[in-house]
Structure formats: structure tokens, C-alpha cells
């Protein structure tokens, strides 16, 4: 049973690009997190989404982020035009019902804004 | 910000000592906590978690706390190994649901 997959494990990017950053969940699980991580610090809480739906996007700044989890494929964390400040790693997180939370994380995306 | 915080940002231990991690959390509310772990380059790992209906809950090597009253957490870690150095993380789910995290705690062991 895979576990959590993310990539690119590392993407650079130049200011004014678009990252996409994608998560493909545990078999089974219909729950996600994103979170956002600087180095010596905790992670930030970004979006929880379920399958086609965004329950909380209140860690999410309401600018150039975006995110989605379709029904079909991996969630995808979109950053457009970055800037040096989104430079950080990116970690999604995904669990099987509520009730059930035990996050299980993927490796990360490294992104780095140059 | 986050209302789950950390007395300690490093923890040197003993190489066969006991560990004891602490947490502080500000949200009353909280019905469920977790101990994760990070190792450097790797997303974090789980340890134990523990509902707010109970006080203690034990896992292989590890114990978790909770202080409802004094709104503590801890993770206890026996006979700390080399394979123990990295940072742990507390978090907490609210009222909202969302899980947040604190800032972590670096635990170094000692040869």
C-alpha cells in the first residue's frame, strides 16, 4: 500500500512563474491537508479538502493560491506569479474519514523561488 | 497564530535516558492530539495520539499525557536511541477541525 506521494520532491522556480505542486492521497483516503513549512519552524496549516470539495481554506492566502482535489487524479496546489516569500516546503497530509484523522504525510515539495 | 506552543525549541538527552517532551495548548476545546516526528529531509511521521476523554495513553517506548487542566501535553520517550534524534511536533485538532501544529522541539541525543 503506497503511502502519500507528492511531487516534484524539489521545484525551482523564477519570480513571476507558476508552481503546481501535486499530492496523490493513500489508496482509500478522500481527506487532504496542505501545509507549508519553513526551515527551524512548524507547519503552517494551509487547505483541508475532501474529494471535489474545499472545507477549509482559511491558512490559505486569498492570492495567487489555489487548490483542488478532483475527483479523479492527485490535489494539486497551484502558487501563480510566486514570489521569493513562497519559498518553503510543502507538505500534504491525507487521512481516510473523519473520525479517523491520523494524518499520514507525504516527503514534501522543496520550492524555491529564485 | 497557532495556539499550540512549546516550552523547549532543544532537548539534549542521555543516549538510554527517558525523554519528556512538553506541550502547551490554548484551545480548551481540542479533542484530539497528536505526537508526530520529523526526521531532517522527511515529512513528519506519526507517533501516538490520545483523545481528550483519556489521560495517558502508551505505545511501544512512547507515553502521551494529557493535562486537560492546565491544557498540557507530553511525550514521554523510554530508553532514548540515536534512531530518536529529530524534531517532534505536538498538534491539536479544534473546534473547526483543522489540525494545527506547533513549532516542534529538536531532541539531540547524547553518546
Known amino acids: 500500500n ?6 516534484p520532491r524539489h521545484l525551482v522556480r523564477r519570480r513571476g512563474q507558476e508552481a503546481r505542486l501535486r499530492c496523490s492521497p ?24 475532501q474529494k471535489e470539495n474545499i472545507i ?7 492570492e495567487r493560491f489555489s487548490a483542488e482535489f478532483p475527483k479523479e487524479g492527485p490535489s494539486i496546489l497551484r502558487i501563480q506569479q510566486v514570489v521569493r516569500g ?4 510543502y507538505f500534504c497530509a491525507s487521512f481516510p474519514t473523519r473520525g479517523d484523522e491520523k494524518l499520514f504525510f507525504g516527503s514534501g515539495t522543496q520550492l524555491s523561488v529564485l | 497564530g497557532e495556539s499550540v506552543g512549546l516550552h523547549l525549541p532543544t532537548l539534549s538527552v542521555q543516549e538510554g535516558d527517558n525523554s519528556i517532551i512538553n506541550c502547551a495548548y490554548s484551545n480548551s476545546a481540542s479533542d484530539y492530539f ?4 520529523q526526521e531532517s529531509g522527511k515529512g513528519p511521521q506519526f507517533i501516538i495520539d490520545i483523545r481528550s476523554n483519556m489521560d495517558k495513553r502508551q505505545g511501544q517506548r512512547v507515553t502521551v ?3 486537560k487542566t492546565v491544557k498540557h501535553l507530553s511525550l514521554q520517550i ?14 491539536e485538532r479544534g473546534r473547526d477541525d483543522k489540525i494545527i501544529f506547533g513549532k516542534g522541539t529538536r531532541l539531540h541525543i547524547l553518546p
Open chain 1, 86 to 89: 513562497d519559498s518553503a516546503a
Open chain 2, 78 to 91: 523510554a530508553a532514548t536511541q540515536p534512531g530518536d534524534s529529530a524534531v517532534y511536533f505536538c498538534a
Open chain 1, 2 to 7: 503506497a503511502g502519500v506521494m507528492q511531487n
Open chain 1, 26 to 49: 493513500m489508496k482509500g483516503h478522500s481527506h487532504v491537508y496542505w501545509y507549508r513549512q519553513l526551515p527551524e519552524e512548524g507547519l503552517k496549516f494551509m487547505v483541508y479538502l
Open chain 1, 56 to 62: 477549509d481554506e482559511s491558512g490559505m492566502p486569498k
Open chain 2, 34 to 37: 497528536i505526537w508526530y516526528k
Open chain 2, 65 to 67: 499525557l494529557l493535562n
